[in-house]
């Protein structure tokens, strides 16, 4: 349980992120632990709905409804037992808040519409003579972020870093973007007079991020950008196209920051910051997003060598009895648990997903399985979240064939975020009954702030490469199976 003011100080204020893809270690992860309690979580796992709240004889009372921007694709940490109660009072104020742009956001801090900045920012000398830092959450440093040669699948290792930039003094001449007022932009100039020589500067607009760099850079818009390590080794797991070797920095101090009028909050958080850095939850939720490759990304990936001439897995016998509950092809079943955990029964992700068919506990309990290591249950409530799902777009999509893609989407990324991609495809006046170049085109542009900050998107943030590239790769799976498995 977090330190009650902490907690009390958070629940009556306003918090100010910014929604950067950074998974979001400090905007997102250490907000989790004061956040989550306070949401609803619907069956996916996904977040709902955001509440404030406030704290009276000790019980946290849910408050109004935030209209706020929504995480999405997030785990259910929320603390078992907090009595939430509706009919508060309302208040107007919201409680969470998305901004853009540092220079923006330390503007909304300073002038009183927030209270604490919760973002890694690096902690630098000018930006002390406008706020006041924390105690450094971790350190970091800035690396190049730059595409491989076209043809780098065909070439040697060798032959590959020939052709990268491995000395900043490469850099001369060169153009290289990165966020206006940024901590990249300050240590460029500085890295220009260090080598000698101009590297040409290009600030983008303050609402630039660095995701949305680095996808341009994936898409070749543009050739360089600068990240922090943490962020680029992530995106790099993503985009194999990329190279983030390159370091440009010395290890520098990330934190959040208060206004300088602000002893008081800051001390408080400092003291929590302490105690919660001490916790092996703070190395959990670091390794988490940093050091651990997303699990379904590494399984899509890889290659499964049957078992035996006519089998596909151990649970063939169960995965052929359930598939008849949902009317499918069981080879189309089994290259959904092959995808999900490599029929390895005792599986669990990076976000608590367990079993065969990677069920949350929330699902899992929803869907009757009470143990979600064994492979009866957990199969038997994978396909009960199935049908649910078949059940909600059979609705929308008659089509059987394109329904499945809406299915499979939604089982990995949650039924809000497909819903929301849906909604975009309405507006932008393309099929909503159509996945191909249609709803998986709007998936994708929910990493982008002008999409996932539209109203029709109430889910928000998502980086959903990873749901568009599941459905491609369970259905090439199952397509193999057909060919080398007898129905």
């Known amino acids: 349980m977090l330190p009650k003011p902490v907690v009390e100080i958070l629940a009556n204020s306003s918090a100010f992120a910014f929604r950067n893809f950074q998974h979001q270690f400090f905007q997102f992860d250490m907000l989790e632990f004061l956040l989550f309690a306070f949401c609803d979580v619907g069956p996916d796992g996904d977040v709902l709905d955001w509440f404030p709240v406030q704290i009276q004889e000790g019980k946290y009372r849910r408050i109004h409804p935030v209209d706020a921007p929504v995480f999405g694709a997030v785990t259910n940490l929320a603390f078992p037992g907090l009595p939430l109660r ?10 969470f808040r998305v901004v853009s742009g540092v220079d923006n956001a330390m503007e909304h801090l300073n002038s009183g519409e927030g209270d604490i900045l919760a973002f890694p920012l690096t902690v630098t000398k000018e930006r002390t003579n406008y706020v006041s830092f924390t105690q450094p959450l971790y350190n970091s440093y800035q690396v190049l972020v730059q595409r491989k040669p076209e043809n780098w699948r065909s070439l040697t290792r060798d032959q590959i870093e020939r052709k990268l930039i491995r000395s900043a003094s490469e850099l001369i001449g060169k153009e290289v973007h990165v966020m206006k007022s940024s901590s990249f932009a300050e240590r460029m100039k500085n890295l220009s007079e260090e080598i000698g020589g101009d590297i040409i500067i290009r600030e983008d607009s303050a609402g630039a991020e660095s995701e949305s760099l680095i996808k341009r850079v994936v898409n070749g818009e543009v050739d360089y950008t600068v990240a922090d390590h943490p962020i680029a080794v992530v995106n790099a797991a993503y985009y194999p196209n990329i190279d983030v070797g390159t370091i440009l920095s010395l290890p520098q101090q990330i934190a959040w920051a208060v206004r300088k009028n ?6 408080t958080i400092n003291t929590w910051l302490a105690k919660v850095k001490k916790e092996p939850t703070f190395m959990v939720i670091y390794n988490r997003y ?6 379904s990304l590494l399984r899509a ?14 649970y063939d016998d169960l995965i052929r009895k359930e598939s008849e509950r949902l009317g499918w092809d069981w080879r189309l079943l089994a290259a959904i648990i092959y995808q999900e955990s490599r029929f390895n029964n005792k599986d669990e992700s990076w976000a608590g997903a367990r079993g065969l068919m990677q069920l949350m506990p929330e699902t899992a309990e929803q869907f009757g399985a009470a143990n979600p290591d064994d492979p009866k249950q957990n199969i038997r409530a994978g396909v009960g979240y199935l049908k ?3 059940k909600y777009w059979s609705k929308e999509i008659t089509d059987s064939n394109e329904r499945l893609k809406f299915v499979l989407a939604s089982y990995n990324v949650g039924l809000s975020h497909v819903i929301d991609a ?5 507006k932008y006046k393309r099929s909503s009954v159509l996945w191909n170049d249609n709803v998986e085109y709007y998936l994708l542009k929910k990493s982008d702030p002008t999409y996932y900050r539209d109203p029709m998107a109430p889910a928000g943030y998502c980086k959903c490469e990873e749901p568009v590239n599941y459905v491609k790769n369970v259905l090439e799976r199952y397509e193999e199976y057909k060919m080398h498995i007898a129905g």
């Open 388 to 390: 649910y799902l078949d």
């Open 262 to 267: 602000s002893p008081q909050l800051l001390k």
């Open 422 to 426: 849906r909604n975009l495809t309405v």
């Open 301 to 314: 990936q890889s290659d499964y060598s049957s078992i035996g001439g006519s089998k596909i897995s151990p």
């Open 290 to 295: 940093f050091k651990s490759p997303r699990t």
């Open 86 to 95: 509706n009919g508060a009072p309302k208040i107007a104020e919201k409680f």
